[in-house]
């Protein structure tokens, strides 16, 4: 008879798991913006930001990471205020969490999209600690907040050495895991320009469960009128999963500008927007699978925003 498995609960079997936990860092609750940028300078890639913790301390603790200090920002000046203008939009300091944005009466009215958007992150309970801002820094191509911002126009506010600037999210992130924030810089807040008169929404998102997984697809619509264009509608169409990081499908929104909208308009577009897409196959699906799937959605998508246009006129 073989010996039966040792089965050990002491301290070495701690050191036989896989995932034993974080790695040793020097936590630093950050005095101000100032400091932020020279620990920053001082550190590059050895230091990180803290927001909601969500991203960072898994990809630590799956090794993937492994800064040697962890800079906390979320108590600095208006990183956690959300504040609506209707003449200029809507600000959404970098650490206010996805939770507080979908229950402010504000975001409800004026950006449902996002509202749909980080209601499609995880779980209401990791929610409370994620935030927009760590969603869009961690450069993931599946992160959901992304195709939103990208349909709404956001534009990332960021503190640097030389003080204040502006990128627009379409310009923001660069690779997987990469952006363009510069050595020094941080993101402090998201700002929305006021959607478009008589928009409307939609994101779909398919994961492996309904319980909250990343996307293996997911893709926004904004749609409105719009009299400068031949069809008198203007639609955005982003996606997130499909290529190294979250895109717009240009080709498609031209299409629906310039062609009478019909069901065989949409179906074209949506043709359009599977095209786009430049998937790789991994652990959530196949290539093949997400380029159908970002077709399949789309056309859902717009159909839906659409629908919800005919009945807003
Ligand atoms: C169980 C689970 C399920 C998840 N499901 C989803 C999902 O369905 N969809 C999805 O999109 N994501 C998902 N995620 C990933 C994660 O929750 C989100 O990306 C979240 O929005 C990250 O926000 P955070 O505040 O926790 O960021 P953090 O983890 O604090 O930070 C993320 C990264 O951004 C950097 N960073 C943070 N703030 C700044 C800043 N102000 N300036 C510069 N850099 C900064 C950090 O250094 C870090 O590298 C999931 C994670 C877990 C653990």
Known sequence: MPPSPKVDSGPSSMLAMPSPGLPPFDYIRAGDRAEVTCL???HGADARLLMGGT????????????????????????????????????????????????????????????????????????????????????????????????????RCVVWGPDGERVIPVNEFFLGVRKTALQPGEFLTRIDFPIPPAGNAGRYLKLGRNAGGDLAIVGVSVLGYPDDSAASGYRFRIAMASVAPTPIRAYAAEMLLAEQPISDNTLAHAARATGEAARPIDDLRGSARYRKAMARNLSQRALTDVWVQLQEER
């Open 55 to 154: 991203d960072i301390f898994v990809q630590m603790r799956d090794g993937a990471l492994a800064p040697s200090i962890v800079i906390d920002v979320k108590h600095l000046s208006g990183m956690m205020v959300m504040s609506f203008d209707p003449q200029t939009g809507l600000q959404v300091g970098a650490a206010v969490n996805m939770n507080a944005m979908a229950a402010s009466p504000a975001v409800s009215a004026h950006y449902p999209l996002l509202v749909q958007a980080v209601e499609s992150v995880a779980s209401y309970q990791l929610r409370t600690r994620a935030t927009m801002g760590g969603n869009l820094c961690n450069a993931s191509p599946a992160a959901d907040t992304a195709p939103a911002a990208l349909v709404l126009g956001a």
């Open 40 to 42: 920053l300078l001082e």
